[in-house]
């Protein structure tokens, strides 16, 4: 059974940086074939996408919220089977819950996985 350990989350004054790192076990994180994403949840607010990259066989798109391009950066350790996410410049309005997502299209269904969410609070 796959699972990711999701770590980095903390506090930090406005225009600060956080790196949040998501360890997958159980499974490999295959870019051919896994989209990978972080998201997160404010409180009182939906689940939103901030950075996902698309699979390879999907074209490998990189989507990046409005407000967060130019400051979040997603990318992935192959040897440590980890991916990150960088994030710079922080706002107030950037503190939520992030979690880490990586799901594929495995033999007509869609298999996903989630970090169980690392909070983020950006306040001076």
């Known amino acids: 059974q796959g699972q990711f350990v999701e770590s980095g989350g903390g506090l930090v004054q406005p225009g600060g940086s956080l790196s949040l790192s998501c360890e997958a076990s159980?499974?490999?994180?295959?870019?051919?074939?896994?989209?990978i994403g972080w998201f997160r949840q404010a409180p009182g607010k939906e689940r939103e996408g901030v950075v996902c990259m698309y699979s390879r066989v999907s074209g490998g798109a990189i989507y990046v919220k409005d407000s967060a391009k130019g400051r979040f950066t997603i990318s992935r350790d192959n040897a440590k089977n980890t991916m990150y996410l960088q994030m710079n410049g922080l706002k107030p309005e950037d503190t939520a819950v992030y979690y880490c997502?990586?799901?594929?299209?495995?033999?007509?269904?869609?298999?996903?996985?989630w970090g169980q969410g690392t909070q983020v609070t950006v306040s001076s």
């Open positions: 159980g499974f490999t994180l295959d870019l051919d074939y896994y989209a």
């Open positions: 997502n990586a799901e594929r299209l495995w033999v007509g269904r869609i298999v996903a996985y």
